[in-house]
């Protein structure tokens, strides 16, 4: 638990890189707080992500987490791009729209992105987290080698091992429970779909560096259940999109507030990876009638942002990305500060007195 003291959080809780939600301003307020907040750069360049992480400085002298994507290269297959553009025509053209004439990888991983790795290395963020993989052993040891602390999502035992192997300094176990894309490293491999308890004490017992629990934990009961698994620490997404400081827009908030927040869906249709998301018209199209393969990920993100663009210009907001855990009704809308203050006191409350967990938590 020695990265943890080094980074001096006041309580276990890292608020969870959500890539296009997870703004300067949200990460920076939960850092100041006593927290671990973090941004999401997989989805920006270098440039935009030094902005990022120089506008966080700007904010607060707390530690914080940048969170870069590791997947595969994605394999370009024409045929079958354009077999998933053919069938999505009719919802583009519902709307008055085409679908592109092509579709590109919009987000290119840390693998292959020379200049990302330059630019950690001369910020020196205090935390670099991994998603979808792990970057290489030269990588490791560029980071490793100016006081980076590191760590990386697991989705089961054995990608844990792969972590541990490589040099992690922690690992996130993500349950099957939790919303965004799912950290699996390789979608094409079975997925046991391992829920947070189960995936967060079999990686306790099977690892020996510290593990931080992720998937479904909304409030201070979920912390400290995550920490009496063995978890030294919660990770929180969800819970933190409400906050006014999150990048989550007006349609994106309502959803989060209604009855979707009560079926979320694991999907492929957004992006080409799974993905827990709100309920919504694009997750109902999954497995229907005469469906091709999505193309791979990030291809078929390029389509999904195409018609969720045409759907809003028609006030349709159905096809948005709302990604969201199953502990998305537990979600309160209050600003990062607070949500962390609050989060502290239910906690310690959870830890004195076990039958708080059978409370109504404060909204």
Known sequence: ???????????PLLQAPMAGVSTSALAAAVSQAGALGAIGVGAAGP????????????????????????HAAPQIDPAREQAWLAWLRPLFASFGATPPAGLEPIYRSFND???????????????VSFHFGLPSRPAIAALKAVGIILLATATSV??????EAVGMDAIVAQGI??????????????????????????????CRIPVIAAGG?????????????????????????????SGADAAYRHA????????????????????RCLANRFTALDHGAGMPPPPDYPIAYDAGKALDKAARKHDESGFGAFWAGQGAPLAR?????????????????ARQAPAYFHQKPVR
Do not use: K, Y
Request: charged share 20%.
């Open 256 to 275: 989060l507030a209604g009855p979707a927040a009560f079926h979320t869906r694991m999907t492929r249709l957004v992006s080409g990876r799974p993905a």
């Open 113 to 127: 992105d020379p200049d990302m790795l330059a630019m950690l290395v001369h910020m020196r963020p205090p935390v």
């Open 47 to 70: 440039v935009r992500a030094r902005e990022m992480i120089c506008q966080i400085r700007q904010q607060t002298a707390a530690p914080f987490n940048v969170n870069l994507f590791v």
């Open 217 to 245: 934990i909304m409030d201070g009961a979920g912390i400290a259940a995550a920490l009496a698994l063995g978890a030294v620490a919660a990770q929180m997404g969800t819970a933190f999109i409400p906050c006014p400081e």
């Open 177 to 206: 429970e939790a919303g965004g894309h799912r950290g699996i490293f390789d979608p094409a491999d079975a997925d046991d779909a391992l829920g947070t308890c189960a995936l967060t004490r079999l990686v306790v017992r099977a």
């Open 1 to 11: 638990m020695d990265w943890f003291a080094r980074i001096g959080l006041e309580m």
């Open 158 to 163: 054995d990608e844990a091992r792969a972590a």
């Open 333 to 349: 809308a209050m600003p990062a500060r607070q949500l962390v203050r609050l989060l502290n006191e239910e906690l310690q409350v």
